[in-house]
Each structure stands twice: as C-alpha cells, then as structure tokens.
C-alpha cells in the first residue's frame, strides 16, 4: 500500500467510523444516516460458522486492493459484531469509546514506539505517569498514588485483569519478603473476596500460584456487600491454622449488582495483619469524576493498590486500566527482570521509570495518547455530564419498576445499574431476557444473584438518551 | 468532539501518518518531506522529565481544540520518541507497522467491540481464528495447530511474554493433572531454557510460582544453542530428587544472538519425560513466510505450543503474537473461569470458541483485523522481499565485518543479526556504541555474550535500505 492509497483509504475509514458512531440524524427528525450503528440490531444474527464462512479459507496470493477490503468490512464484519457503541446498550458494562479516543488510538498505530523502558521512548513513559498523575487529581484519589509520593504511583495496563494480577503478584512478593521469586512457595498464603467478586480475582489468584483451596469467600450482607465480622473470623481462623492471609479484594461496585464492600472497616483489618489491600473498582470507581460521586472510593485511603476502567465509563477506547500502588517496591520485587539488553544509563540511574516492571508484558503501545487525547478534547464536563446522565436515567428506571408489582428491584442501586426480577419467578425472568435480548433493539446480561435469575440494565452508553430507556423499559415490560 | 471536527481532525492525522512513515524523497534525488521519520535523529535528545515539564502539570477545566492538541504532538510528543521506524533503526528488533495494519488498528479502535467470548462479537473470534489458521499455512506449521485439528488451535496474544505465561500454565496444570488450580502447590515443577532466553521465560515462571530454585540454566554450545546431553542429564538428575520436569523452552532465534536451539532432540527428550516443549521464535519465526527459510521451525513438529511475532518482521503493528498450541485443554483448564454473566447458549453448546480462555486478560480488542488488512492488502509477496532483503543486507555486512581485523563476529548469523566485538576489547566495543548511538542517525543495541560486550546490529526496519546499512558501516568504523 502506497502512502496515497493509505491517504485515500485512511480519509474513507474516518468518515466510516464518524458515521458508525454518530447516532444523531442529520436532520432533527429525520432518519438516521444509514451507517449509524442505532440503525442495527444491537446483537448481530449470525450463527456460529457464518462469519467465517463468508471469507476465503486460504490467504491471497497477491495484494488486494482497498476497496476490496471495505466491501468485506461492510459485508461481512459490521454485520458479524455485536453492537457495544449502540443506544440500546444495556449489556455486560458501557464501552465507550469517544473520537478524540480513536484518533490517539490511530496515533499510537501510526508512530509504532514501543514504550516497555523510558529509553525506548521518552514520552511514552513520561506523558503516561503525567496522566496517572492527572487521572489522581480528577477522581480525587490519595496522594500516596502521585507519581511525586515516597513510594507509590499509577500505570496504565490493558485490562483490571491484569491490575489485579500485578496486584496480587506484590501481594505475594511482600508476603514472602520476596522468597517466592527464588522458592515459588504460595500453598500457604491465603485470599479474601466475596462471591461477587470478578471472576479476574480468582484467574489472578490461579495463575499466582493461589488455588482454590487458599481463597475464602467471605459472607456477604442482603447488600451483597462483604461483612466485615466475617472477614476478620476467617483470618483468625488461617492465622490459627498457621496459614499466612496475604490479599484481600474489595469491591467497589461489583459487576453482577454493583455491590460496594465496606472498605474502611475492610482496609482497618487488613493494616491489622499487615495484609494487602486491593480495591478493584474498574466499572464504578470513574464515577469520583463527578464531586457527589466521590463517595464511590471511601475507605481507598487504606489501599495498597486500586484500579479503574477509563475503558468503561469514560470513554477512552479498551485497553485502558488506570492502576495505583501505594507500594512501588513490591511491585518492582514481583516483576522486575534486567536482562543486558534492556539495560541503559537512565534505567540504572534510578531518574526514570521503566514501565516494563509494572506489568505482565514486556512490550507496550503508546496508550497514554488515547487518554491525554480524551481529557483535552472531550474534557472533564462531559464526562460528568454522562455519568450525572446515566445515573439519573438509571435511578428513574428503578423507579418505574419498584412501583410495577410485576418487578422485584433485587439490589441496590446508587449509580448506573438496576438489577430487576420478575416476581413470577426465575423461569419467567429467563425467558423476558431471550425475548428482550432477540428483539434486536436492546440487549441485557442475565446474572445470578443469591440463587436467583436477574436482568441486568446497565445504563452508560455513550449514546443512550432517555428515549433509549423508555423504549428498553416498553420492551421489557411488553407480554409480562 | 463533533462527527464533524473527528472527520477534519482524523483527516489531519492520517495525512500526517502518511508522510512520517514515507521514507522516499516525494522527487527522486530532491529533499525529504520534511515530517518524515528520516528527517529526525533515531533516539530523541531529551532529558529524563522533559516531555513532562512541557507539558501542564494540572488537567484542562475546558475542551481544547484539536489543532493545539496537534501542535503538541509535532511540538513535544515527536521529539520526545525513540523512532522505531527510522531507517537507521538496527537496535533491538524491527517493529515494523505497515499502512494497512495501521488501518485495522483504527477500524478496531472505531468498532470498539469486545472479544472476549464469541457471543460479545461473533466476527472478532471468527476472523481472528481465520486469522490463525492462514497463518499456520503460510508458515508451513504443523497441521496440528490448526483449528480443525483433534485437540489444536491457535490465538492472538498481545505479547510474545503473555504467549510464554500461557504455555507455562498450560505446562503447569498438565503436570499437576489440573490439581494447581485447587492446591496451588509448584514447587517441585522444575523449567529448562538456556541463559540465551528471553527474559519473559524467567518473568513468566516467577509468576506461574516457579522461582529461580526450580529454573535450570541448560548449558550452550559455542553457537549460544542448547546442548541436549546437558539438558539430559539435569533432567535425569532432578528426576532422581523426586522433582517433577515439567516445561522446557527452545529458542528459535534468540534475543541476544539469533541463536537456534536443537529442537528436534530437545522435543525427542521432552516427550520421553512428559515436558511441555515450548519453542519461543518471536522474531525469527516470521522468516518462514519464505520457503528457503522454513528451516527455522525444526523442530516444532515436537512442540506443545510456538509463538511468533507478526509485529515484528511482518509488519502488523504491535500488539499482535500469534500463539498455537497442540493441547487445547490443558490451555482451557488452566485458564478457564465461567461467572454467571458471562454464561451463554453459545459457549455452553461448545460450537465457538472463548478467546477469554486462552488469554490473561478477560477483555480483548479486534486484533484480527490488523493481521488481515496486512495479509490482504501489503501481500505475502511484500513480506518475503523484506525478508529476503534484510536477510542479505545482513549477510553482506558480516562479510565485511569478517574482513576487518579490527572486529570480531562472534555469534552465527544466519538470518537478520549479526553481533560484533571489536578486537581491541570490552572497552572499545562499548565506546563504539555510545559513538555511534550518539549521531542520531542510527542505533544500536548492546549485549553481552559469554561476558563480552557486544554490538548487535538487527536489520529489519521496513524503511532500511542499503545505502543505510552502508551508512551504517560507515558509522561503526569511523574512527576505530
């Protein structure tokens, strides 16, 4: 491909996805461009097979040309996806993405630096811990996560996954006093979460060495939120064992119900047993956006990491994980390796930050372009403009369903999800799920709360207005 | 940010790709346009905190226009990279982008869907399993990596390191017969890999809970390969300690020399005792896109999972490894975890795949889609003129390299590196490098191998051409 033909298929492509993602019709009033993503169905027909059935089993031979390509993606692809940009967006979590996002995406494509130690690309690392450090500011988060604090700072990584992976790997590595680097010794060491957890707490857990044997779930309350006196049983009961508790996990709106664990008392226990103390708040926590929102991270004061998703509710594109540590020295002990050619002048001098070591890869894209452009051109307003949006949206949802006898509003719900049950029972529930899901105008996730079968609506899409929720609500509520 | 300013704004910023990453005089002979990355030095010239210090050190209160955010990007973010795409690019490895894979990373960016599982975008899976299994062919793989193979299959990672993680704790359950996941127990797991290694295999074991204690150093021969009668013996003597061999890596192109382990007897030994045979070729296994250089994959016929890198020498930009593993469901054993919400009719049929389960992560972008547009639309017949060019490139230089007495060629170099000493002694070799690195012009990597410096020289960069390899030599003996 010439850079001429990249300049003309390059100009197509913005112009496709500034349709795809423009749900406003050019007419007030008038339909919708046809590219818009409102004009689809929110879940995609195909069945398994389909997709790649419409492609050529054997690679090409010889290039092919860009319109060729295009045709495939409006043919094949677009048709092929499922929808997470649409109005009806009431699934899984809000993905957002945002066009100031795309465009920092599109420039970290275009530039290829990688950014795995500062000497690889000076500004990957240095515009990254600038946006850790702004990020700190805008949600209000400790000062012990600034990149300027004794011991701590931020990194982004690709996903929560991974931030509590790293965060239980410094977990481990304080633990053990940093044996386990040499001995792999983990059958000891115990973790705390409740069921609600992610199922990423007990992924991280597993691949650290920590089987399920070693994780307790704790009791939760009719809040689905972790009961304190529960936690501290359960310690007494490892430490009389000779067990070593090591990590616990607080969630900060869980995804099944957005459940909020009672980090101050949570946290005061685990500074007790000198345990680490992770609050995982990736869906929630970017709600302290917005100043009456900041109680979302009461109790992170005692947190040794903390992590949240500008992917999710901010709409900065995946992957982007915001993660803190109040304790750089235990993560550099679980995950640094200095092979002699990765080393440099700067590395050694301990002036600069090496982000290989705080994290699973080695390699890394520029992400903090995505997020630097999004909080400059999109800006701060409207993002809590959103949020202040999609709560309310979410809270008058809830409303109409606690005054229908037909609903059961089966947990709290203080920010942009409410969990509802038909009171006919679990059967009746499953079935209005397949029913509103196959409409192709909405799509909901199904959870399991308790026992019992559950509609999740999640309200966060970038393009969900009050029309949107009206008609999920009709929906919904059609033939029950 | 308006559809509208998107579309003049992601105009602007393609049109600037364009030309950064156009190498040719837009008038054969005149002058460089002058945006291109052969008009800036190779390694920035700035200070640790300089980026940042340009840059406010508080987050804007109001929405910024694009043009500034432009201007600092040609301002502060440009001067402030290393250029991996320079011409003078000979340090670490290439990490060619290419037009069309710069392309789907923005298509990918501007769908925002997820893949984590085949029902949250059906075309995500489907394209990328596509995706893998051309690639299988147009490597010449074994058919037992293909994903209509009995128990096979293969997967984007984004790393060649969350490739290695992934086999290790593949290894590490099949060992255990799954029981890890319960138990947590890894100490008596014993790795073999040589010193000539990637970091990630020492970084993935610590994390799998294989500490240094259980990592046998196999010794190499005066090719930096592993010799397999040592590997014998250390395995014969861990057996007799009632430890538990259970994985063992065999580089195919090492980092530091390009060196190839035997894999055709380290494989034979693994299977006599039962070992996950990994064979790690990240940047060499691209080579046998080209016929005369399949020979790079000997071996593999034997290997329980391989990994290469098409965001190397390929040219799709990073992050894009591609994994393949023969046993599938010590994969999915060790990395599968099913929560409510994310339960479908699909995944419980076992008619798709989950990708969520053969990754670290949960979340996943649309990588396919980068590894696509570059197949279809730069060709396989571009990718074996890179190669076959920079294979000779490196040829030539080490010829001349043999034939001056002031260096010494230390490693074979039978693909795109070649690594060289001068005769006069660590010393001087590491002078040369910190000379040569300082001219702005090209940059080098420097290791040690058998405790001798070592200037490494990797021809790979998509824009390098002769005249800067000779540009090259002539840099490297001015003044030795």
Redesign the interface.
């Known amino acids: 491909?010439?850079?001429?033909?990249?300049?003309r298929?390059?100009?197509e492509?913005?112009?496709?996805?500034?349709?795809?993602?423009?749900t406003a019709p050019p007419e007030p009033g008038g339909p919708q461009n046809e590219r818009s993503v409102a004009t689809r169905p929110v879940q995609?027909t195909?069945e398994?097979?389909?997709?790649?059935a419409a492609?050529p089993?054997?690679?090409?031979?010889?290039?092919?040309?860009?319109e060729?390509?295009m045709a495939d993606?409006e043919r094949?692809?677009?048709p092929?996806?499922?929808?997470?940009?649409h109005p009806g967006w009431f699934a899984?979590f809000p993905?957002?993405?945002?066009?100031?996002?795309?465009?920092g995406?599109?420039?970290s494509?275009?530039?290829?630096?990688?950014g795995m130690s500062?000497?690889?690309?000076?500004?990957?690392t240095?515009?990254e811990?600038?946006m850790l450090?702004?990020m700190q500011?805008?949600l209000g988060l400790p000062a012990a996560f600034h990149s300027t604090s004794e011991s701590g700072g931020g990194v982004i990584q690709?996903?929560?996954?991974?931030a509590t992976?790293v965060a239980i790997?410094s977990a481990r590595h304080r633990a053990t006093g940093g044996a386990?680097?040499?001995?792999?010794?983990?059958?000891k060491?115990v973790a705390y979460a409740t069921s609600q957890s992610?199922?990423?707490i007990?992924?991280g857990l597993?691949?650290?060495?920590?089987?399920?044997?070693?994780i307790r779930t704790i009791a939760h309350d009719e809040n689905f939120a972790m009961r304190p006196d529960a936690l501290r049983q359960t310690i007494d009961a490892d430490l009389a064992a000779g067990l070593t508790p090591f990590f616990a996990n607080s969630n900060h709106g869980s995804?099944?119900s957005m459940a909020f664990d009672p980090s101050p008392e949570i946290g005061a226990i685990c500074r007790d047993h000198d345990i680490w103390f992770h609050v995982d708040s990736a869906m929630a926590g970017i709600a302290a956006l917005v100043p009456e929102f900041r109680w979302v991270n009461d109790g992170i004061q005692l947190a040794d990491s903390y992590c949240t998703n500008p992917?999710k509710w901010m709409g900065v594109?995946?992957?982007c994980t915001t993660y803190w540590t109040t304790d750089r020295a235990s993560l550099l002990g679980?995950?640094s390796?200095?092979?002699?050619?990765?080393?440099s002048a700067?590395a050694e001098?301990g002036?600069?930050i090496d982000y290989r070591d705080w994290q699973?890869?080695?390699?890394r894209?520029?992400r903090a372009?995505k997020l630097?452009?999004t909080?400059?051109?999109?800006?701060?307003?409207?993002f809590q403009e959103r949020i202040r949006r999609d709560v309310a949206l979410t809270q008058d949802l809830a409303l109409r369903a606690a005054s229908d006898d037909r609903f059961s509003v089966v947990a709290p719900h203080p920010l942009n999800l409410v969990c509802l049950a038909l009171t006919g029972g679990d059967e009746a529930t499953d079935e209005l799920i397949e029913r509103a899901n196959a409409s192709g105008t909405a799509l909901f996730?199904?959870?399991?709360l308790d026992g019992r079968s559950v509609l999740?609506v999640s309200i966060g899409s970038h393009t969900t207005r009050a029309q949107h929720v009206d008609a999920a609500w009709e929906l919904i509520t059609r033939d029950v």
């Not at 092929?80 to 940009?85: L, S």
């Not at 993905?95 to 465009?103: D, G, Q, R, T």
């Not at 390796?337 to 080393?343: A, G, H, M, N, S």
Request: proline content about 6%; aromatic content about 10%; glycine content about 8%.
């Open positions: 491909m010439t850079p001429d033909e990249f300049r298929a390059g100009h492509l913005i112009d496709f996805i500034a349709d795809y993602l423009d995609p195909v398994s097979g389909d997709v790649r492609l089993e054997h690679p090409p031979t010889a290039p092919e040309p860009w060729d390509v993606v094949i692809i677009v092929g996806i499922t929808n997470w940009q899984y993905a957002n993405i945002s066009y100031p996002s795309v465009l995406e599109l420039l494509a275009g530039l290829g630096v990688q500062w000497v690889t690309s000076p500004a990957c240095e515009v811990t600038l450090d702004w500011e805008l690709g996903s929560a996954s991974e992976l790997l386990v680097n040499a001995d792999g010794a983990t059958t060491l992610h199922s990423s007990e992924k597993r691949i650290a060495g920590i089987g399920t044997d070693r995804t099944s992917h594109n995946f992957d679980a995950l390796i200095l092979p002699e050619y990765l080393r700067a001098s002036e600069v699973i890869p080695l390699g894209r520029f372009l630097w452009f909080i400059r051109m999109d800006g701060v307003d409207s996730t199904r959870t399991v999740r």
